[in-house]
C-alpha cells in the first residue's frame, strides 16, 4: 500500500532562518506531487505541484520554493523565512493529474 | 480556470441531526468531485468521491449529490455523530488539469 511521509512534525524557526521540508511517497511509482499551505483556520493554498523529476510548477509567487530531486521526494524550501510563511504545510500524491489526491499528515512551520 | 464556491462556512447540528454541505463549481469540464474531512492537526482524508457520470453515491451515513445542470454538489451526512465534528473540504477537477480546486471549508460541529 502507499503511503506519504513528511517530516519534521512542527518546526520553530527565527525570521530570516532556511527551511527545508520533505515530503517522500513510498509504494508508488511517478506519483504527482504537490505542497500546499493552510493558515489557521483557513482553506488549502496550493504552492507547487510536480508531474515528474525536476518539473516544478509554481502556483504562487513567494519566498518559497520546491524541488523534486527523486521521483517520491519533494522538498519544499526556502532561503529567508518570514513572519507570514507560518502555517501548516501539506504535501499530498495522486497517480493520475486530475485525480484524488492523498495529504500527508503536515508539517506546523512557526516563524518568531 | 475553475472556482468553486464551498456554504456554509461553519455549521452547527445536534447529534442525532442530518448535515449538509454545498459546493458550486465554474467549469464545466469538471468530471471529478472529491470531498475531504479535516481534524485538528491533521492532513485533509478523502472520505467520498463522486464522477460525472452519476448523480449520487452513497457510503453508509455519508452520500454525495451532483447536479451537473445546476453545477453544483453537495455531501450529506446523516445520523451525526461527535466524530463527523471537523473542516470539510470539496474539490473539483478534470481528468486534463494537473490540480483540483478546493472549496474554502465548513467547520462541522456536533452538539451532544
Known amino acids: 500500500s502507499q503511503t506519504i511521509h513528511q517530516w519534521p512534525a512542527t518546526l520553530v524557526q527565527p525570521v530570516g532562518s532556511p527551511l527545508s521540508l520533505e515530503c517522500t511517497v513510498e509504494?508508488?511509482?511517478?506519483?504527482?506531487l504537490y505542497w500546499y499551505r493552510q493558515a489557521a483556520g483557513r482553506g488549502l493554498q496550493l504552492l507547487f505541484y510536480s508531474v515528474g523529476i525536476g518539473q516544478i510548477s509554481s502556483e504562487v509567487p513567494q519566498n518559497l520554493s520546491a524541488s523534486r530531486p527523486q521521483d517520491r521526494q519533494f522538498i519544499l524550501s526556502s532561503k529567508k523565512l518570514l513572519l507570514s510563511d507560518s502555517g501548516f504545510y501539506l504535501c499530498?500524491?495522486?497517480?493520475?493529474?486530475?485525480?484524488?489526491?492523498?495529504f500527508g499528515p503536515g508539517t506546523r512551520l512557526t516563524v518568531l | 480556470g475553475e472556482n468553486v464556491e464551498q456554504h456554509p462556512s461553519t455549521l452547527s447540528v445536534q447529534e442525532g441531526d442530518s448535515a449538509v454541505i454545498k459546493c458550486t463549481y465554474s467549469d464545466s469540464a469538471s468530471n471529478y468531485f472529491p470531498w475531504y474531512k479535516q481534524e485538528l492537526g491533521k492532513g485533509p482524508q478523502l472520505i467520498i468521491d463522486i464522477r460525472s457520470n452519476v448523480g449520487e453515491k452513497k457510503d453508509q451515513r455519508i452520500a454525495v449529490t451532483l447536479n451537473k445542470t445546476a453545477k453544483h454538489f453537495s455531501l450529506h451526512i446523516t445520523e451525526t455523530q461527535p466524530e463527523d465534528s471537523a473542516v470539510y473540504f470539496c474539490a473539483a477537477s478534470n481528468s486534463s488539469a494537473s490540480k483540483i480546486i478546493f472549496g474554502s471549508g465548513t467547520r462541522l460541529s456536533i452538539r451532544p
Open positions: 509504494g508508488t511509482s511517478n506519483p504527482n
Open positions: 499530498a500524491w495522486s497517480v493520475m493529474e486530475g485525480g484524488e489526491q492523498f
